[in-house]
């Protein structure tokens, strides 16, 4: 089979068909749910560039997913501007940030740098809390403002006022990120992530220049979450502080841990289970944290390489195991 229509691809191709159907057939409360799923993913895409392909731990992306927030708002209630260049404003700040934060922070190495970027979303969070002229403190921001309607061809245009066309823009920026992180990985430049991530000394004793390169990733990895604290701000209405409270960014590397780090459907696999699994057990909603807690530890103890991880393994084990059987088979 060509590597067009390879099994992966095909496979992509009937979750996206699934994730445009899907909400057609399920209530409001659903489809807010799997909006949110869809947010999330694109917070798990991000951190999956820098941990999952680059090996650089980083508990610091709520604070990215924060300031996108945050950015998209104040500049569209101070600077009376519209969606668009709010959101693209509020991306590109997000990745300035994770350019200037970066630039410190990766000369760090091991626990040293995931300690910084813990400390830099802790204090963004304080920032956003304590700045109240700025940024309302405990009380967020409202009116955040949604898309500007699409004009169609043969007349009449997409409205952005309800709540499945709102999830279906979210989609896009999810298919649509998730295919530029595929192609970056893919690239070059995104082998070059890799091999640092197995061996940072060795990649650079072959002449690549791990910082510049950690630091590229690190930046997309920021815009990447700017865009998602946007898309939440858009869709939500109303920011608070919460949104880049550092505990978040625990909960994205868990939706990581659980889908499988390194991977392409690792972040949508560990979002979708970290959030449907707690929401199917609302009738004891104060559990949800011990069943998140729960998961978390099953996973790191019995599937350490996530759920992605253990089907290729299974996958792999299968293969093997076709090929021993077809060779004593063959065998006189």
Same mark, same amino acid.
């Given at each position: 089979m060509?590597?067009?229509?390879?099994?992966?691809?095909?496979?992509?191709?009937?979750?996206?068909?699934?994730? /445009?159907? @899907? %909400?057609?057939?399920?209530?409001?409360?659903?489809?807010?749910?799997?909006?949110?799923?869809?947010?999330?993913?694109?917070?798990?895409?991000?951190l999956n560039l820098i941990y999952g392909y680059t090996g650089q731990l980083s508990l610091g992306h709520s604070a990215f997913l924060g300031i996108g927030a945050y950015a998209l708002g104040l500049i569209a209630l101070k600077l009376h501007l519209g969606f668009w260049p709010s959101f693209f404003a509020a991306t590109a700040i997000s990745g300035l940030f994770g350019f200037l934060i970066g630039i410190p922070a990766l000369k760090l190495r091991g626990p040293y740098f995931v300690l910084v970027t813990l400390g830099f979303a802790a204090i963004v969070g304080v920032i956003i809390l304590a700045w109240v002229d700025f940024t309302?403190?405990?009380?967020?921001?409202?009116?955040?403002?949604?898309?500007?309607? /699409?004009? @169609? %061809?043969?007349?009449g245009q997409v409205r952005f006022d309800s709540l499945l066309n709102m999830y279906y823009f979210v989609l896009f920026f999810l298919v649509l990120i998730a295919i530029l992180c595929d192609r970056l990985v893919h690239s070059l430049i995104g082998r070059t992530f890799i091999a640092i991530s197995h061996d940072e000394n060795l990649a650079e004793s072959l002449g690549i220049n791990t910082m510049a390169k950690k630091l590229l990733s690190f930046t997309v990895s920021a815009m990447f979450a700017g865009v998602a604290g946007a898309l939440y701000a858009s869709y939500n209405v109303v920011i608070s502080p919460d949104v880049a409270h550092f505990a978040r960014g625990m909960d994205v590397l868990a939706c990581l841990i659980v889908g499988g780090a390194g991977t392409a459907a690792g972040p949508i696999i560990g979002t979708f289970v970290l959030t449907a699994i707690p929401e199917g057990l609302q009738i004891v909603p104060y559990l949800k944290t011990l069943i998140n807690g729960i998961i978390l530890l099953l996973f790191i103890i019995f599937l350490p390489a996530g759920i992605t991880g253990g089907f290729k393994a299974l996958a792999l084990r299968w293969g093997d195991s076709r090929k021993s059987s077809g060779g004593r088979d063959a065998a006189p």
């Amino acid at each position: 089979m060509t590597r067009r229509f390879s099994p992966e691809r095909i496979g992509w191709l009937l979750a996206v068909v699934v994730a /445009i159907l @899907l %909400p057609l057939f399920v209530g409001e409360y659903l489809t807010s749910i799997l909006l949110l799923i869809a947010i999330w993913s694109i917070v798990a895409i991000s951190l999956n560039l820098i941990y999952g392909y680059t090996g650089q731990l980083s508990l610091g992306h709520s604070a990215f997913l924060g300031i996108g927030a945050y950015a998209l708002g104040l500049i569209a209630l101070k600077l009376h501007l519209g969606f668009w260049p709010s959101f693209f404003a509020a991306t590109a700040i997000s990745g300035l940030f994770g350019f200037l934060i970066g630039i410190p922070a990766l000369k760090l190495r091991g626990p040293y740098f995931v300690l910084v970027t813990l400390g830099f979303a802790a204090i963004v969070g304080v920032i956003i809390l304590a700045w109240v002229d700025f940024t309302g403190g405990a009380n967020g921001l409202a009116g955040m403002p949604r898309p500007n309607p /699409i004009p @169609l %061809p043969w007349g009449g245009q997409v409205r952005f006022d309800s709540l499945l066309n709102m999830y279906y823009f979210v989609l896009f920026f999810l298919v649509l990120i998730a295919i530029l992180c595929d192609r970056l990985v893919h690239s070059l430049i995104g082998r070059t992530f890799i091999a640092i991530s197995h061996d940072e000394n060795l990649a650079e004793s072959l002449g690549i220049n791990t910082m510049a390169k950690k630091l590229l990733s690190f930046t997309v990895s920021a815009m990447f979450a700017g865009v998602a604290g946007a898309l939440y701000a858009s869709y939500n209405v109303v920011i608070s502080p919460d949104v880049a409270h550092f505990a978040r960014g625990m909960d994205v590397l868990a939706c990581l841990i659980v889908g499988g780090a390194g991977t392409a459907a690792g972040p949508i696999i560990g979002t979708f289970v970290l959030t449907a699994i707690p929401e199917g057990l609302q009738i004891v909603p104060y559990l949800k944290t011990l069943i998140n807690g729960i998961i978390l530890l099953l996973f790191i103890i019995f599937l350490p390489a996530g759920i992605t991880g253990g089907f290729k393994a299974l996958a792999l084990r299968w293969g093997d195991s076709r090929k021993s059987s077809g060779g004593r088979d063959a065998a006189p």
